[in-house]
Structure formats: C-alpha cells, structure tokens
C-alpha cells in the first residue's frame, strides 16, 4: 500500500497556533533545541478565550453558574494560575490538586472535592478551607459528619447521584441510598451543609446530561421540602472537543481499517473527533432542552427554582491551549511492506490516548527544513518512542508525510493539553519529565516564553488579550 493510500485526518488549528507554527517556525526548533524532546508548549489566552466563551454562554441564558476547571486534564501550573483572573473555580480530587489551587489564589469557597473514599487529610483540607465536597458514599458522608463534629466546623457537601444510565458505574449514590442521605443530612445540619447534588456521566451526550439536570431539579425541591437548602446541582464534565474537521472524519472513518495500523492494531473505539455538539456550544445546547422536548427549558427552570450550575470542563477548555513536539531520532524502512517506522526522542507516555486503549488519531505536523534535490514524494511512516517496547508507539497509524523524516525534524501533535500531555508521563529508562513552555505572543506578534515551573509576577503571560 503506497502513502498516498493511506488516509489523513487533518488537526483543526487555531489562527494563532497557525500563526506561531508558520511565522515563528525556527523560534519553535530552537526552544525544542535548547529544551528538549518531547517539549509541550502551552498557550494559557487560549485557556482564557475558552473560559470567556462557557461564562458568556451562562450569562447568555440568564443562569446563576459556576465553571470549576477539572485539574487533572493537566498537571501544568500556568492554567490553575489565571482561574483567580478568570472568575474560574477548580474541581480537585487530591491533596496537591487542592493545594496548588489555593495557592494560586483560588478560595477554597470556590474550590470543588470530587473523588470516591477522598483521603482524610482532603477531607479535613476541605473542612478547613471551606471547599465544596461531592460526597461519593454513606460511609463518606458518615465520616464526614463525624470529621465535622470533632474539629467543629461544618461541612459545604453535595450528594452525588449516579444516574439509572450509570448503573455500572463505581460513582455514586443510587435512588434509595440517595434519600437516606438527605434524611441524614436533615437531621445533622450543622455538621453536614447540605447545598444540593451533582452528577458525572460517561460520554459527551448533552441529551442525556440535560435530562439527569432535569431530574435532579425535581430532586432538589423534594430535599427542600425536607428543610434543606438545596440550591446547586454540578454536571460535571464531559464537554466534548472537536479535533478535526466532521467531514475529515467521515471520509477518515470509511477509510480507515486494520491494515492502516502497524502490526495490524486493532482499537474498540476512539474518541469522538469531530463531536457535534463541543464546548460552549455543547452546554448552550442542553440549556435549552426541555424534559422529553416538552415544557420549560433547563435554564428556565434553574432560574425559576434559584439553582446555581456548576460544571467541570477540563479538556475543553484546554481546547487548543497547547501542542506537543517531538524531535525525530531516526528512520528505519520497512522494505516490502509499504511503510516505515519513525523513531522519536521520548515515549507514547507523552501522549496518553493509550491509557484508553486508544490511538490520538490526528495527524501532526512535520516540521523541518525539506533536504535539496528532488521535489520530496509523500511518505507513510508509524511513529514509536525510543524505548525497548515493542507496545511504545506514539502513533500505530501509518501516517500520510509530506515527505521521508530526517533525524532532527519536528513532528507536532496538535491540541494536546486536554489530557494528552502528560496523564501518563513517567521518568521510565530514567529519562527526564518533559518541559512545558508557556508561550505568549506580544503586541508585535513576537514570541516569549518561560518555563511553566516560573511564574514572575506581571510576566507579559498574565495579558489575555484576543487573537
């Protein structure tokens, strides 16, 4: 099978990952050069616009909201730093995700616990700081309450449910452990603040997060007639990302089979790349949804009832906010088969869609100078970290090239901060944790950077001006 057979899927890119992938190509080797591979870079106003865009959607349809930034999407220190600016709050499930936002300057008023069996030291941080805990379990919230009444203070809580649809799910309370909840949350009010419910669904459907919210309306005026006040209910996350174009994908989809894998690797699915319904525009959609298409939409009856929204995106609002180098180390043919295999300096570990057992499909950029002589012919080319695993592979794809990679080229993997980066990162061979970079362009256009670890104050990357 010759490359020219194999199918693309083209990465969308923003104008100014565009612009500084285009205009400032030599700038990005030389900060892979001089900091190494792999080499994340972030671009924290993307974070803010994607930020801007959830409150104006919120605002837009007159709802009281809070949007809490899921931690864990990604380690790097630059975004939990500007949700202070951002009027953003952080959803944590750890000791050091908690901490690290207070010391950004997030309250811990603002400040949710997600998490089953939380650690005592977050629940007692919690406790302490005033922090919202999403309780998993009658047994957490019976250590909760006794927690509260030894250090005497009380404790802000949600219950969370788990919807008839996540009956396999590990998360949550089911209907009957649900109602002895509020009942024990009734008779301890001091110790136990009950403030309402939450919910986390698997998948990206608005339908079905739109009706959980509906239903847990109608739970939050039955708590009320219990004397509890119950006035938020949390969506959680699950807000998708559109990473490549809908018809790309179609045309990549009926394309695409075994045999345009190494090794023939098979996948039971991937993440929905060209989602319909994303972002901003995910949740403007469900707040617009009527229980089974009839009566009062789900904002109109969040403002009827004064229930505050809380929501958790991660990945999408990390939507284009950073992307991957890797540095390509050698080239190795296959001859007879149809395909090389490119060797880069890291590991898929930087690259974590394989946590899912999964392939992160988009096709990355091939960076480099294009060597002299002949006009270069497109090349398919998997990609595999340079480790002694034979299961190391950054892309089992065989990728359409431009042209045969050189040792020194850049391959860049697109809109990788969601997740991709750095959920599995490890110091496997003893080699070091890759750098993150936060990149910022000035006025002019002309690019800085810092190292994420150093945040100076008033540093040109605090400026979240439009691009």
Known sequence: MSAAQMPVLPALQHPLVERLLQRHA????????????????????????????????LRAAGVDGLVLYAKKANKARCFIE??????????????????????AGVPGRLIGISGPAKHPELLRLALWQGCLLA??????LQQVAAMAQQQQRGARLLLRWRPPSQARSRFGLGDDELRHALQLCAAQPRQLMFEGFSFHLSGYSAAERAEAAHRLVDVSNEARRLGLHADTIDIGGGFGVR??????????????GPQHYH???????????????????????????????QGPTLAERLQRDGIRLLLEPGRALLDQAGFTLYRVQGVKDRPGEGYGIVTV?????????????????????????????DRPQP??????????????????????LPRRPVPGDLLVYLNTAGYQMDSNESPFHDLPLPHKAVVQLDDQQRPHWRLDSIAPAGWAGDNTGSY
């Open 135 to 140: 309780i998993d379990s009658l047994q957490e």
């Open 243 to 256: 990473y490549v174009d809908p018809g790309a994908w179609k045309d990549f989809d009926a394309q695409q």
């Open 379 to 400: 090349y398919a080319a998997c990609v595999a970290g340079a480790t002694c695993l034979d299961s190391d592979m950054v892309s089992w794809r065989k990728l359409r």
């Open 345 to 373: 300096a890291g590991t898929s570990f930087s690259l974590s869609e394989q946590w899912f057992n999964s392939e992160y499909l988009p096709d990355p950029l091939l960076l480099g100078p294009a060597p002299a002589g």
């Open 263 to 293: 090794a023939g690797k098979r996948f039971d699915g991937f993440y929905p790349y060209a989602a319909q319904s994303h972002g901003p525009a995910m949740l403007d959609e469900l707040l617009s949804m009527a229980l089974a298409g």
């Open 26 to 57: 030599e700038w990005v080797r030389e900060l892979a050069d001089g900091l190494g591979s792999p080499l994340h870079l972030l671009l924290p106003q993307l974070f803010a616009y994607n930020a801007q865009r959830f409150n104006e959607i």
């Open 82 to 103: 500007a949700c202070p600016r951002l009027g953003l709050g952080v959803d944590a499930a750890s000791v050091p995700e908690a901490t690290q936002a207070l010391g």
